[in-house]
């Protein structure tokens, strides 16, 4: 039996994602893969990137999504010092939007 070292196996998940046709089959498998509370998790956190991105303030996320200010403070940092990929969904995100009008 051949070893896969763990940066293979986070390879796999990726490449598993790559490999989603559409947005059915992206929900149907992130419903096996995660549990109600993490799938929670990762939507909240999106959804707090999407606003701050939109330039809303702290208070109004807090009080429209429910993060906490801890939550809310983390996905900043992301922004402002991550890898850039919100940034990147972003504006491909933008980039369907207006070729959609």
């Known amino acids: 039996m051949v070893k896969i070292g763990k940066k293979e ?4 998940l990726y490449k598993a994602i790559l490999m989603l ?9 992130f419903q096996d893969l995660c549990t109600v509370s993490e799938l929670r ?15 809303m303030i702290y208070n ?4 429209r999504t429910g993060a906490s ?4 403070s983390r996905v900043n940092r992301s922004l402002s010092y991550g890898t850039g990929a ?5 504006a491909r995100m933008k980039g369907q939007k207006e070729d959609k009008e």
């Open 9 to 12: 196996k986070s390879d796999q």
């Open 60 to 63: 109004e996320i807090l009080e």
């Open 69 to 72: 200010s801890a939550t809310i």
């Open 86 to 90: 919100y940034d990147k969904i972003f």
């Open 21 to 29: 046709k559409d947005e059915q089959e992206c929900y149907e498998f």
């Open 41 to 55: 998790s990762m939507e909240q956190r999106f959804e707090v990137a999407s606003l701050l991105d939109d330039g």
